[in-house]
């Protein structure tokens, strides 16, 4: 009879953990993510609209993995979209977060709320696959992967056509460097930043006019960097993304 008892108590606590509802991640969220109409359950669940600080990232499913409790993690697919941007990776957290085999693609405008602050926005599509984005708070401890813009504008004092643009994030010891590099541009530009884990950035690009270049991009290119002897432009920043 205590054998009976045991497993019936057994299936009545896994049907009341099946069953908690979706709507329960709402109290686990830190204030600057919030969400509205769950559906479904906490396991396996979806919110339409998901909006973290400003940014409305629209619709987003999960499927957590019990899986990973055994080594005391929380695992979960989630596959996120809205009109400017649609991603899908495995979510783990322990002490740290990490965004696993993420995939994504979007307007580059998404990332007009970040680049506002430093005078210029984008226009253009892009497409992520990385490997791995790990994070705490908001440091970034490691990106491995690539990154692809297409047809991308940048407008700010100039508005300058950089074409197909490809970014290549290499982790190292304490910081991320990226390789940036674009082709069929109205510029053509080369070089490397530097992200460290403090969000803190060193840029060092070179750009160099071309047959597409405008007498606006010729003209304002010796205010955008130091003149080299070969007829470049070497743009050397330091500073901290505001995020």
Request: overall charge negative; glycine content about 8%.
């Amino acid at each position: 009879m205590k054998k009976y008892i045991f497993i019936g108590g057994l299936v009545f606590l896994i049907s009341m953990l099946v069953m908690i509802p979706a709507s329960i991640a709402a109290k686990l969220l830190p204030n600057h993510i919030r969400a509205n109409q769950y559906h479904g359950n906490i396991w396996d669940g979806s919110a339409s609209s998901l909006t973290v600080d400003k940014l409305n990232l629209g619709s987003v499913k999960w499927n957590v993995k019990p899986s990973c409790f055994l080594v005391l993690k929380l695992c979960a697919d989630i596959k996120q979209n809205n009109h400017d941007l649609n991603s899908s990776f495995l979510l783990k957290v322990r002490k740290s977060t990490a965004l696993k085999n993420l995939t994504a693609s979007g307007d580059a405008s998404i990332l007009n709320n970040i680049m506002r602050q430093y005078g210029i926005t984008l226009a253009g599509g892009f497409e992520a696959d990385l490997e791995e984005v790990s994070f705490s708070d908001k440091r970034i401890d490691n990106i491995d992967g690539d990154m692809k813009f297409s047809s991308l504008a940048v407008n700010g004092v100039l508005r300058v056509l950089l074409g197909d643009l490809s970014s290549e994030f290499e982790p190292q010891d304490e910081h991320t460097l990226i390789r940036i590099s674009n082709d069929e541009g109205h510029v053509d530009l080369s070089g490397i930043v530097q992200l460290f884990n403090d969000m803190s950035y060193e840029l060092d690009v070179n750009i160099r006019q071309n047959e597409l270049s405008s007498e606006a991009v010729k003209n304002g290119m010796q205010f955008i960097g130091d003149q080299q002897v070969d007829g470049s432009v070497r743009l050397q920043q330091n500073g901290k993304l505001a995020i």
